[in-house]
């Protein structure tokens, strides 16, 4: 049977020039990148340029480069290594449960923590973070994209706000990378995370971004790897493999943008436009909406934009906004099914072929409804009714169509028996 993978935000398939530059690392420099021999040497020289890498594609330093085994813990140790009792933390609510659980302890070992709730659109209003700054405010944490709605935050000018304040200012920019430019300086933080198998890298491994002075303690002890900053013996197939995929991530941006910062016709224009067929396919099925885009008052998806823009205009950005009003990674779209049950949905889907998601990924088979759509005040039902898909860089037409083909039907199939269409649900 034919399977269409619709589920990037969840992981992505290794690009085979990953593949390639990971390859002599797991057999032939295998070496521990501590030794002082030829074979740590080559394994010291391959980490090292990896960091120049990286460096690259945060715009920072080598030195503000700290290695470490992906978006759970570089989100972790924002607040592990900052936070401290009679500190106040600020989060938007729509974070990944990597920010919002890790709050949640600090939240019990004496720090203040205010949540900030998006607009309905899924958008983070910038005034709503400066209403919630205190004097004692240490950190803030937003999201660059959210992975459940592909929302595009608006960081720079959150950035302004919390360096007015004197806080320090964390981006999960899990989603974002590889999707839109990153770039540390622009968005005025001192902390941001990435992880490899988001960007068609490796699973296990990503980077922190830590400006220099900022004081987080480590998380974990026990060697002085990453300036002390990230003990553990180095990943280094994995490191090589982020590297690979960043390098990789910025070409395809670069491809993108033209000299005169309008959109070039590249790769990622035309996945925005393959989501943007799949959306408006998916919308001709009656009782369906997009979670997500929408300002109360706009036009709906596909009419021109409004203008709001979180980045001011700025062309860079535009590129990968589609006709939405709200801008959007290219890839993502989330869309509410009345009267079923995603999870159901997600299965009869799977079954024709189709892999999406309902609700995050990382709580794929939990029913509870999504905590990012309750949030921007999507009701319950509604909520739980809600499917993510999010297309892979490789996505065809052909897959397009196929998910337009067996949807309709298991929607249907799936309505005549839903007990949420018999008003018999809890
Ligand atoms: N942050 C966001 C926004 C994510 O989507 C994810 C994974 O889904 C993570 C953090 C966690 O990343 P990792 O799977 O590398 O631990």
Known sequence: MKRVYMDANATTPLLPEVVEAMRPYWIDRFGNASSIYLDGQQARTAVDSSRATLAEFFNCHEAEVVFN??????????????LRPGDHF??????????????????????????VAPQPSGLIDPAEIQRALRPETRLVSVMLANNETGVLQPVEEIGKIVRAASAFFHIDAVQGAGKVPIDVRRFGCQLLTISAHKMYGPKGVGANFVRRGTPVESLLVGGGHERRRRAGTENVPGIVGLAKAAELAMRELADEIGADGASEDGGLA?????RDRLEAGILQIPGTGVNGTQ???????GSPRTGLCPWGGDPDFRTWESTNPVP???????????????????????????AVSGGSACHSGATDPSHVLLAMGVDKTRARSSL????????????????LQVLPEAVE????ISPVAAGTAG
């Open 413 to 416: 199939h799936l309505r005549a």
């Open 90 to 115: 600020v989060a938007s609510s729509i974070e990944h449960s990597a920010i919002l659980e890790a709050a949640g302890r600090m939240a019990q070992r004496g720090v203040e923590v205010t949540y």
């Open 69 to 82: 085994s992906g978006g759970t813990e570089g989100d972790n140790t924002a607040i592990f290594g900052l």
């Open 295 to 301: 300002i109360p008052g706009a036009p709906g998806p």
């Open 328 to 354: 959007r990674v290219a890839n993502t779209t989330n869309i509410w099914f009345d009267n079923l049950e995603g999870e159901a949905l997600v299965i009869a889907l799977d079954l024709k072929g189709v």
């Open 388 to 403: 993510r898909f999010s297309l892979l860089r490789t996505a065809t037409e052909a897959d397009v169509e196929y998910v």
């Open 270 to 274: 035309r996945l925005a436009r393959l």
